[in-house]
């Protein structure tokens, strides 16, 4: 499986929308990018971890799970370019290709350097735009796919049937 890691304080920084919301309240704007790798992750079928950086935060490193992605606030004295740079090295191997989002330059020469693959925040935003298209289609061809009968009835006495067949009468 392929494996996604997100510098999460790069891609708040970069999209618009987190951008206007980390303004009024950082931990939304965390939550809402959260959510978005979540819908990213279950569509791409990648593993998504999100590395936010806690360089002036007391302590040891906070790993934790939200809706199956993993989210990794470093620990004290530890970038978000650190961690990803050493998370790059734990998952890169034949089987096995690591994708880093950063639109960090320095960031992008280092992980090219370790043979991971870059995404910049904006291509990262277009492919997740690109997804959301993708399943509003999926959403709208499966809605036109109606089962089509052989012998021609109503829709109300379809209705009917469909209530017997899942057993609400």
């Known amino acids: ?12 920084g970069a999209w618009e929308e987190l951008k206007q919301l980390r303004e009024k309240d950082l931990e939304k704007a965390r939550l809402l990018l959260i959510e978005k790798m979540a819908e990213y ?19 040891i490193e906070n790993r934790q799970q939200e809706y199956k ?11 978000a370019d650190q961690c990803i740079e050493r998370l790059v090295k734990e998952f890169k191997n034949v ?3 690591v994708y880093v989002a950063t639109s960090d330059y320095t960031e992008q020469r280092t992980i090219f350097a370790q043979g991971a693959f870059r995404i910049s925040a904006r ?22 796919k109606k089962i089509k009968s052989k012998i021609p009835i109503s829709d109300d006495i379809l ?3 469909e209530k017997w067949r899942r057993g609400n009468e």
Do not use: C, P, S
Request: proline fraction near 0%; aromatic fraction near 10%; charge should be negative.
């Open 1 to 12: 499986m392929d494996v996604l890691l997100v510098d999460g304080y790069n891609m708040i």
């Open 41 to 59: 992750q279950a569509y791409r079928h990648q593993k998504v971890i999100i590395v936010f950086d806690a360089y002036e935060v007391r302590g």
């Open 69 to 79: 992605v993993d989210v990794i606030f470093t620990k004290e004295n530890e970038t």
């Open 95 to 97: 089987k096995t290709k």
């Open 123 to 144: 291509e990262l935003q277009i492919e997740w735009n690109n997804i959301q298209k993708e399943i509003a289609n999926d959403i709208r061809e499966h809605q036109q």
């Open 159 to 161: 209705q009917v049937f």
